[in-house]
Nanobody, 121 residues
């Protein structure tokens, strides 16, 4: 059983910062392509930031220079530092990763349960 658990969301004012965390736990043989997505009411889920399979990072244009993704491989945990938050950043933020549960199993895509980020103007 594999779980991704997010934390760090909340209600902040425009210009404030938040740091989201995602911890993967359970039977994990390997993990890659960790990332963050978000979904605002009435909109589709969209990529915010992620590590690519070769370890580099990719960001959505709307968060470049404001958000930073980082990770702690030893803890199977990754983070999203969000600075200069705007009301339009309000959404449920989900973490995502590709995980191999054992040497013999295929890579599977996992999602966290989501954490609400609300930015007031």
């Amino acid at each position: 059983q594999v779980q991704l658990v997010e934390s760090g969301g909340g209600l902040v004012q425009a210009g404030d910062s938040l740091r989201l965390s995602c911890a993967a736990s359970g039977s994990i043989f390997g993990i890659n392509a960790m990332g963050w997505y978000r979904q605002a009411p009435g909109k589709q889920r969209e990529l915010v930031a992620a590590f690519t399979v070769d370890g580099s990072t990719t960001y959505a244009d709307f968060v470049k220079a404001r958000f930073t993704i980082s990770r702690d491989n030893a803890k199977n945990t990754w983070y999203l530092q969000m600075n200069s938050l705007k009301p339009e950043d309000t959404a449920v933020y989900y973490c995502n990763a590709g995980i191999w549960r054992t040497f013999y199993t295929s890579r599977e895509n996992y999602w966290g349960q989501g954490t609400q980020v609300t930015v007031s103007s």
